[in-house]
């Protein structure tokens, strides 16, 4: 019998888990013993570089940058692994609560220190995805069902609309194609291009990157928090706002926000008018109608017709109330990216199909072109997953497709099917094509 069977059969019985019992570190342990898909990971971060090429780099693997966040914030960084097996030993001894993933690094980091001593830098990030994080606490001051890490169907489609938004530019403007969506487990996404020019990018060009999904520039005391340069938006702003920011401002957002109902609400929109005289006109119009038998809903959808009305007649007035619209819309709805994770290449972040510590949610995949069918609350627990060992309903060897049925199966199928199957096999016609340019040059300069 296995240390897996026995981790099953040693699994505490839950039929109505408590708040308080939906992580802990036994079902960790059970998970990571049972469920967790290490070889899928492994596949992902070899990049093609599995040993069965001659053109492989059979050091690749072993050079990639893992931390573990254990039970009381104990912290290990800098952690690598030869193998997929040494990777599955260590997080099967450790059981970590958190696993992030770095950057891969010149030489081993795990062996950092005995090349330190060599007195040359020799130990630098040369290659890691290209991250994005966002996570809807930044979104506080635009929703109003929810606050900090608390999150529901009313908020989370902020998160849906900045998938939209980011995942259209990296695909049209920038051209990647390799492109992996990631739930946190509580409130946010993690966003991972792994197409090979993304990897490859100096901390420079990923600043770049960032730089050109910079809108919200503004803090609790900016009154106007997004910069939209000059008269016109940018095409990529025009189509982001065209395609999702303007519809989800006026429909869903309005209708679970509210945000024009009471005077608190609709004061912070007003600030955003530069227009004195039009604030003023504004606030006394709707001063005037607070007793109004219409719904929330409705309040606020004709008091922002009326401000759109009103700010489109007096535009010729003053030149900066022409984008005052689209700022308000942008305010609310564009996606608030943490740039700074974005830009360094060797910034750290959560691997995907963890399991998150405050809510026992597993990190599973988002398919972007169906994000809007996403549901965070529906995200499989630790204790469910355990349960359903329990009950027989799945024998979970994740290497194997009959657990497809299973609460994790469907992403586990997801991301490999979708994501790291297409990805693989560009990755092994690129090891292909640089093997051959490789020996043909080696023919050449001895062809003399």
């Not at 355990?386 to 497709?401: F, K």
Request: aromatic share 12%; proline share 4%; net charge negative.
């Amino acid at each position: 019998m296995t240390r897996e069977d026995d981790a099953m059969m040693d699994a505490p019985q839950i039929n109505n888990p408590k708040p308080e019992e939906l992580f802990n570190v036994n079902y960790l342990r059970i998970y990571y013993g049972n469920l967790f898909p290490y070889t899928d990971i492994h596949k992902w971060l070899s990049y093609g570089h599995d040993g069965k090429h001659p053109g492989c780099d059979e050091y690749y693997f072993g050079r990639r940058e893992f931390s573990f966040t254990l039970e009381n914030d104990v912290y290990l960084r800098y952690k690598s692994f030869k193998t997929a097996s040494a990777m599955e030993d260590a997080i099967k001894s450790h059981f970590p609560y958190k696993i992030d993933i770095g950057a891969v690094y010149s030489v081993d980091p795990d062996k950092r220190h005995a090349y330190s001593q060599t007195g040359t830098n020799v130990f630098t990030p040369v290659e890691r995805e290209l991250v994005f994080d966002i996570d809807i606490t930044d979104y506080d001051d635009v929703r109003y069902c929810c606050s900090g890490a608390d999150v529901c169907s009313k908020c989370w489609p902020l998160m849906t609309v900045a998938i939209k938004v980011i995942h259209t530019s990296l695909t049209e403007d920038f051209g990647f194609k390799h492109i992996l969506w990631v739930f946190s487990g509580r409130r946010g996404v993690h966003c991972w291009v792994c197409d090979p020019k993304a990897r490859r990018m100096t901390n420079e060009q990923r600043s770049a990157v960032a730089e050109y999904f910079r809108v919200y520039k503004g803090n609790e005391n900016n009154a106007r928090k997004v910069a939209l340069m000059g008269y016109s938006l940018h095409p990529f702003l025009a189509r982001s706002y065209v395609d999702y920011l303007k519809g989800f401002f006026e429909g869903e957002l309005q209708a679970t926000q509210s945000i024009f109902s009471s005077r608190e609400k609709y004061e912070k929109i007003l600030e955003m008018i530069s227009d004195e005289d039009i604030q003023s006109e504004l606030r006394e119009k709707w001063e005037n109608s607070a007793r109004s038998s219409l719904s929330e809903e409705a309040i606020s959808l004709v008091r922002w017709e009326q401000l759109k009305n009103t700010l489109q007649s007096k535009k010729h007035k003053a030149p900066i109330l022409r984008m005052c619209v689209e700022e308000i819309v942008f305010t609310f709805t564009y996606p608030r990216i943490d740039l700074e994770v974005s830009k360094q290449m060797n910034h750290l972040l959560k691997a995907p199909f963890c399991v998150h510590p405050k809510t026992g949610r597993v990190c599973v995949p988002i398919d972007p072109y169906n994000c809007d069918e996403f549901d965070p609350l529906a995200v499989p627990t630790l204790s469910q997953l355990i349960e359903e060992i329990n009950s027989g309903g799945s024998r979970m060897d994740v290497d194997d497709d009959d657990s497809d049925g299973s609460l994790l199966g469907k992403s586990i199928k997801f991301f490999r099917s979708s994501f790291l199957e297409p990805l693989l096999k560009l990755c092994k016609e690129e090891i292909e094509s640089s093997y051959k340019t490789k020996i043909a040059k080696s023919k050449d300069s001895f062809s003399w």
